[in-house]
């Protein structure tokens, strides 16, 4: 009997082992670590409640959400196998895999779904993301029905690692404020990677998840992501290799010494989500600066090419519009305000500036924030010079760090300001904000800060908001596109030049429109340093 | 007077001068503009209205000021610190895990530039016109000079990418971490570059004060007597008047611990150091009010400690002191 057993027992054993060998095929390649370096030392790693590349970087590692995306706005299945939207675009069903686990060993089911994205909509700084969600039905464990209040297109997006990390609801379900709750400094996700070490403001330590649910996943066994606070000591140690990932290089001297290092790639994929712009924004509401002929001369007067041809050394991409221009919504046919000296003059003759005897015509100041210098003193400087052209004498006025500039702009006290905004990848969650007149609240940055009002913006911003046809709502954000860069409460300038730069040798890079806010479940080491 | 006597009043002296500190770190934190709620929808890359406001009566930020300095000082006299607005941790707690590290920089800069700036002085001072003394007199001009972030960026370019033989950041290997003896090892490379950064402004300083005092020492009369007498050179110089010219330089060390940890801001941020000159850094930016104040208080209670400690070591240095001799 007991030789029945003992052979009944073994043969369990091969086939379980045989089983975890066709789940986990071993790759050449596999395993390994790489170190990433980052400036910003993350407040937690909780993604669901805390915006920002700080808290991204860990929380898409640790935390899977129901869909991903691919280099091309694609979304790909992730935690959902498939998703469907109802005709009348009022719901979302989403189909769970059935195999994920939480790294405590937990299931993962549509009630973490449910109650992760209630908390989000709750938690999130990013209000606008979630306002359509009324309420999530889960009619089984693996299946959760998204309900709407209006159709809401943004939503697809906004189920991104990013932006919807899947919380475990027998963790953070406990009735603590989500804000502050203990778990964000040691979260438990089903992502391919878990924390296992965190030394605040030094490193935190990301180990391979063994049972992620995605087969042969992670291929890394480790993620060191090291805080190195100043600029030029992460560069030195990615030249050196004790850093292996460089995430958001922006200075273009930086980038080129970079891709003139030998073992370092460079690339400026994996942005697109995020959109940053460079611009430079009017205080609609201030004289002379409410007149649109003035702020059209100044566009006209800058000289974008210059920017960023000389400026930033060709490094960025010229922007047109309130749409970043990686984005599929980008509007490329709008006024471009081309440099036209002439026309500035006249446009600036037009609105009662005449030329003064010395040459002068009127007077303003120029913000910038402080601490981005290439993309945004040196930019207010220049603008200096070149604006007196056109009899323009600008002031700029330096403020000593980002709250001291913050609270200028979002209390008016400005003329006009160097800015860079981020798009979030729907216009719902980062582009309204800036335009909509309901949105002009005193004391927010980045609200509607130039105090800009258009009913017939805020018509087409409220319609495309809620069009489920995606060529409708090409069209309502291309009018509304037209509208703004001709109302021209802001100069648009470039796309800001973010670069990711990477030790040679490593592979499956994170080049989606995410980059390296998504999981980097697909790096290797294809050719392994030399240790 | 008598020691404890004069022990007793010096703190007392401490503690009103930290009630001061307190009150006046308060009032010009929270003159500054810019608040919390603004940096932390800064980072987020935008906040609604209503998490702002949520944000701002979390913090007691909507009270009037004099309210808020009431509660905060009724909470620091009961030991409470408070949370750091950033990272939602007890202060006390943040500030212990980073003061090590910043002690460590601090201490074996302050070893590393009264020992070589000494030794230097007192060489260069046996020959004032000499091929030795000038160089010394060209280095420590150069040294007082070059300021600190300089400093710090030159040596990491040389040390790190030139002749790239030591670590640039961080205190430790974090990737393949070491234990004991190795660890110590690996914190002593760790600490060569930003402790030699720090070191070399005063080095510069410690070198012409100890140059200077031993020309006078050397010259005075109870060196020439020593001398009379025929005690060794190394005695005279070692014994005499080396001791006379320690009690400036003990003076000035004891005074510049504030700037050593003024200093320590700099060179923390650029060696990525993990101490409180970095954390006081970042909470600036960040307008962290809990966690600033109390580095400041902190920062405030070491260099009030020095002080006194330099005034025991000055007692015990010189017997006219002790004595209460003029």
């Not at chain 2, 009103?16 to 980072?43: K, R, S, Y």
């Not at chain 2, 006379?244 to 003024?262: C, D, K, R």
């Amino acid at each position: 009997m007991s030789s029945i057993v003992s052979k009944l027992a073994f043969a369990l054993t091969v086939t379980l082992a045989a089983a975890a060998l066709r789940a986990l095929p071993a790759r050449a390649g596999d395993g390994g670590t790489v170190v990433i370096a980052t400036t910003q030392a993350p407040r937690h790693f909780n993604g669901a409640v805390q915006s920002g590349l700080a808290t991204a970087l860990p929380s898409t590692q640790i935390f899977a959400s129901p869909l991903r995306y691919d280099d091309n706005w694609n979304p790909k299945p992730y935690l959902a196998e498939s998703w469907q939207t109802a005709p009348d675009g009022l719901s979302i069903t989403l189909k769970l895999v059935k195999n994920a686990v939480f790294h405590d060993g937990h299931p993962v089911t549509s009630e973490d779904v449910a109650f992760s994205i209630m908390a989000i909509k709750a938690n999130h700084p990013f209000q606008s993301m979630l306002a359509a969600v009324e309420k999530v039905d889960t009619p089984d464990p693996y299946t959760a029905v998204i309900r709407l209040s209006y159709p809401h297109p943004a939503l697809l997006l906004a189920m991104s690692p990013a932006l919807m990390p899947i919380l475990p609801k027998h963790i953070y379900g406990d009735g603590q404020d989500l804000k502050s709750h203990p778990a964000n400094l040691k979260p438990v996700g089903s992502g391919p990677f878990r924390l296992t070490d965190y030394k605040q403001g030094e490193y935190y330590t990301l180990e391979k998840f063994d049972r992620f649910f995605i087969p042969g996943r992670p291929r890394l066994d480790k993620i060191v992501v090291r805080i190195i606070s100043d600029p030029n000591a992460a560069l030195v140690s990615l030249e050196r290799g004790d850093v292996n990932v460089l995430p958001f290089v922006t200075g273009v001297r930086d980038i080129d010494r970079l891709e003139k290092t030998p073992n370092v790639y460079v690339t400026s994929k994996g942005f697109a989500g995020i959109g940053a712009l460079n611009w430079l924004a009017f205080n609609t509401r201030k004289k002379p600066l409410d007149d649109v002929r003035v702020r059209q001369a100044i566009g006209f007067a800058a000289n974008r090419d210059f920017i960023i041809n000389k400026l930033m050394g060709g490094k960025a991409t010229a922007a047109t519009g309130p749409i970043a221009p990686g984005s599929p919504l980008a509007e490329p046919d709008v006024e471009a305000y081309k440099f036209d000296l002439a026309r500035a003059e006249q446009l600036l003759d037009a609105a009662g500036y005449p030329k003064k005897p010395d040459g002068s015509r009127l007077s303003l100041t120029i913000d910038y924030i402080p601490g981005a210098d290439e993309q945004q003193r040196n930019i207010a400087e220049y603008l200096r010079s070149q604006l007196k052209r056109a009899g323009i004498n600008l002031e700029v006025r330096a403020a000593a760090d980002f709250p001291t500039w913050a609270q200028r702009i979002s209390t008016y006290d400005f003329d006009m300001t160097m800015d860079t905004v981020f798009n979030w990848g729907d216009p719902v969650i980062g582009v309204d904000r800036t335009y909509l007149s309901s949105n002009i609240r005193k004391g927010i940055i980045w609200s509607n800060t130039q105090q800009y009002s258009n009913p017939k913006v805020d018509e087409l911003l409220a319609a495309a908001a809620r069009e489920t046809s995606p060529e409708k709502r090409k069209a309502l954000y291309s009018e509304f596109q037209k509208i703004v860069v001709s109302d021209a409460p802001i100069f648009y300038i470039n796309a800001t030049p973010y670069y990711n730069a990477f030790s040679k040798g490593l592979s499956g890079l994170p080049t989606t429109i995410w980059g390296l806010m998504s999981p980097l479940d697909e790096l290797y080491w294809e050719t392994p340093p030399k240790t | 007077m008598n020691l404890v006597a004069h022990v007793i009043r010096q703190a007392a002296n401490a503690a009103g001068l930290l009630l001061a500190v307190l009150v006046l770190n308060f009032c010009l934190i929270h003159l500054t503009p810019g608040d919390p709620a603004q940096v932390m929808a800064g980072e987020m890359g935008g906040a609604s209205p209503e998490v702002m406001a949520a944000l701002r009566v979390k913090y007691g930020l909507d009270h009037s000021l004099a309210e808020q300095l009431l509660t905060y000082l009724s909470k620091v006299a009961t030991g409470d610190f408070g949370y750091s607005y950033y990272f939602n941790e007890p202060v006390v707690g943040l500030i212990a895990q980073r003061l090590p590290a910043t002690l460590y920089l601090v201490l074996s800069a302050l070893l590393l530039s009264v020992l070589i700036g000494t030794l230097l002085g007192v060489v260069s001072a046996r020959r004032p016109n000499g091929l030795f003394s000038q160089a010394v007199t060209v280095l420590s001009l150069a040294g007082y000079a070059a300021p600190i972030f300089w400093t710090g960026l030159m040596l990491l370019l040389l040390f790190g990418s030139v002749w790239p033989v030591l670590p640039v950041s961080g205190m430790a290997d974090v990737v393949t971490p070491k234990t004991g003896l190795a660890y110590a090892i690996d914190v002593a490379r760790h600490l060569v570059l930003p402790s030699s950064t720090l070191a070399l402004v005063f080095i510069a300083q410690y070198s012409r004060l100890a140059r200077v005092n031993m020309i006078d020492a050397l010259a005075a009369d109870y060196v020439r007597t020593a001398r009379a007498k025929g005690l060794p050179e190394y005695v005279v110089v070692g014994k005499h008047a080396l001791r006379n010219t320690l009690i400036p330089i003990v003076t000035v060390a004891g005074l510049q611990f504030g700037q050593l940890f003024a200093g320590a801001v700099l060179v923390e941020t650029i060696f990525s150091w993990p101490g409180m000159g970095r954390l006081v850094f970042e909470s600036i930016l960040r307008r962290d009010y809990p966690t600033l104040l109390a580095i400041l208080f902190f920062s405030a209670v070491l260099v009030m400690a020095a002080n006194i400690v330099t005034d025991l070591v000055y007692r015990l240095i010189d017997p006219r002191i002790r004595s209460g001799a003029p």
